[in-house]
């Protein structure tokens, strides 16, 4: 409560009495990228992922500045992250999108979670890590140095502005951070698209990285969580994958992990399918074959007396009547078809009809022909007939 709204609230108030000077403008702003690119590239993609592995230096880079963040140790927010992943939009979620966005963003900091629903996740490895556990028994002083003394230092050292260093290059300087990481939680769950999977509350949205370094393409990240990546195209902006691969290059990282570019197609292909499957559902698309009654062909030729518009088109009997005055080819050609199989003139014997006639031919079943080899892709069997004539065509020749 001290640190999240306490701090920051003290230091509003000093920013009235203290305005910044244009060197802690700067110094605020470099601290800033240091400390979110530790949250984002050491406190998550390494150490809550381990989507590649780093060298000594950035590791301990990443864990003074990550301290400085103000968010906690390496162990407990790669823990909490952790169960994040496994308890997605569950009760046993440290921050449970499905309770809002102020919940996910910063309530659930606020208020006592419920002893039920507490979860826990492997963190062994980190365990295994001097890095992680020194940074984790040291937390308090490390975090206090790096978020507050070491900006005040700097700032009377260089160009004498103690206040402005604390205030400006400390207080607010964190508060930032910590909001662009609570977006995270909270925006990354609420706002854009989601191109793998639509189960769950995670987002693709340009705005969300933005503001968090590059993890706002989250739809993406909960599908492949191990992947060093967030964005994939050349104009997602995500400077934290940049940083993970210009630290490989000069050796400070090394087996950065990513998904097979078929895998990641994969799960496209079957969002997307399932998208074209709900919208499918939703159309009319004429009553299902099985669903229509069964005539004899002596049987259509008696009801084609009374009703003046039924035609079979293939082995489907569908009344046209309403249509005969809308037909862009004129009537003639419609009646010239009543009370016979019409399924040869329809498929390009006379005209080969577009894929939105067949639709809308589709919507005005009315029984199937026994024995007369009905198909319902009335267009695809258009098709092959075609081929077949041009086929014939070319032998001909």
Same mark, same amino acid.
């Given at each position: 409560?001290?640190?999240?709204?306490?701090?920051?609230?003290?230091?509003?108030?000093?920013?009235?009495?203290?305005?910044?000077?244009?060197?802690?403008?700067?110094?605020?702003?470099?601290?800033?990228?240091?400390?979110?690119?530790?949250?984002?590239?050491?406190?998550?993609?390494?150490?809550?992922?381990?989507?590649?592995?780093?060298?000594?230096?950035?590791?301990?880079?990443?864990?003074?500045?990550?301290?400085?963040?103000?968010?906690?140790?390496?162990?407990?927010?790669?823990?909490?992250?952790?169960?994040?992943?496994?308890?997605?939009?569950?009760?046993?979620?440290?921050?449970?999108?499905?309770?809002?966005?102020?919940?996910?963003?910063?309530?659930?900091?606020?208020?006592?979670?419920?002893?039920?629903?507490?979860?826990?996740?492997?963190?062994?490895?980190?365990?295994?890590?001097?890095?992680?556990?020194?940074?984790?028994?040291?937390?308090?002083?490390?975090?206090?140095?790096?978020?507050?003394?070491?900006?005040?230092?700097?700032?009377?050292?260089?160009?004498?502005?103690?206040?402005?260093? &604390?205030?400006?290059?400390? #207080?607010?300087?964190?508060? %930032?951070? /910590? +909001?662009?990481?609570?977006?995270?939680?909270?925006? =990354? !769950?609420?706002?854009?698209?989601?191109?793998?999977?639509?189960?769950?509350?995670?987002?693709?949205?340009?705005?969300?990285?933005?503001?968090?370094?590059?993890?706002?393409?989250?739809?993406?990240?909960?599908?492949?969580?191990?992947?060093?990546?967030?964005?994939?195209?050349?104009?997602?902006?995500?400077?934290?994958?940049?940083?993970?691969?210009?630290?490989?290059?000069?050796?400070?990282?090394?087996?950065?992990?990513? &998904?097979?570019?078929?895998? #990641?197609?994969?799960?496209? %292909?079957? /969002? +997307?399918?399932?998208?074209?499957?709900?919208?499918? =559902? !939703?159309?009319?698309?004429?009553?299902?074959?099985?669903?229509?009654?069964?005539?004899?062909?002596?049987?259509?030729?008696?009801?084609?007396?009374?009703?003046?518009?039924?035609?079979?088109?293939?082995?489907?009997?569908?009344?046209?009547?309403?249509?005969?005055?809308?037909?862009?080819?004129?009537?003639?050609?419609?009646?010239?078809?009543?009370?016979?199989?019409?399924?040869?003139?329809?498929?390009?014997?006379?005209?080969?009809?577009?894929?939105?006639?067949?639709?809308?031919?589709?919507?005005?079943?009315?029984?199937?022909?026994?024995?007369?080899? =009905?198909?319902?892709?009335?267009?695809?069997?258009?098709?092959?007939?075609?081929?077949?004539?041009?086929?014939?065509?070319?032998?001909?020749?």
């Amino acid at each position: 409560m001290i640190l999240v709204c306490g701090l920051p609230l003290f230091g509003a108030i000093a920013t009235y009495y203290k305005p910044p000077t244009k060197e802690t403008v700067i110094l605020g702003v470099v601290l800033y990228i240091l400390g979110g690119l530790s949250i984002t590239a050491g406190y998550h993609r390494l150490w809550s992922h381990r989507a590649y592995s780093a060298r000594t230096p950035l590791k301990v880079l990443f864990a003074l500045f990550g301290a400085g963040a103000v968010e906690g140790s390496i162990k407990w927010w790669s823990h909490s992250h952790r169960v994040h992943h496994r308890y997605t939009d569950t009760h046993r979620a440290p921050y449970d999108a499905r309770k809002g966005f102020w919940y996910s963003h910063m309530g659930w900091m606020l208020t006592k979670p419920n002893p039920r629903y507490k979860a826990r996740a492997d963190i062994s490895d980190l365990a295994d890590d001097w890095i992680v556990r020194f940074q984790h028994r040291h937390y308090l002083l490390i975090m206090t140095f790096m978020a507050l003394i070491l900006p005040t230092i700097i700032a009377k050292y260089f160009w004498d502005d103690a206040w402005g260093g &604390f205030i400006y290059g400390g #207080i607010f300087e964190v508060f %930032v951070i /910590q +909001q662009a990481t609570f977006c995270v939680n909270s925006l =990354a !769950h609420w706002i854009g698209v989601q191109p793998f999977d639509d189960r769950r509350t995670p987002r693709d949205h340009f705005l969300t990285a933005i503001v968090t370094f590059g993890e706002g393409y989250h739809n993406f990240h909960h599908e492949f969580p191990s992947d060093y990546r967030n964005a994939l195209k050349w104009y997602q902006y995500d400077p934290t994958k940049i940083v993970i691969y210009l630290s490989s290059k000069v050796g400070l990282s090394y087996n950065l992990k990513t &998904f097979s570019d078929n895998a #990641i197609k994969q799960g496209l %292909v079957q /969002q +997307q399918q399932k998208k074209l499957d709900s919208m499918r =559902a !939703h159309l009319n698309w004429g009553t299902p074959l099985q669903d229509l009654p069964v005539w004899d062909k002596s049987e259509f030729f008696e009801k084609s007396k009374d009703k003046k518009g039924l035609v079979i088109i293939p082995g489907i009997v569908h009344n046209v009547e309403n249509f005969i005055g809308e037909h862009p080819g004129g009537e003639k050609l419609v009646k010239g078809a009543l009370g016979k199989d019409a399924t040869t003139a329809f498929n390009g014997g006379v005209y080969a009809h577009s894929n939105a006639a067949h639709n809308l031919l589709a919507t005005m079943r009315v029984a199937v022909i026994r024995d007369g080899n =009905a198909n319902a892709n009335t267009f695809s069997l258009q098709n092959e007939f075609l081929d077949k004539k041009a086929a014939a065509a070319a032998a001909s020749n």
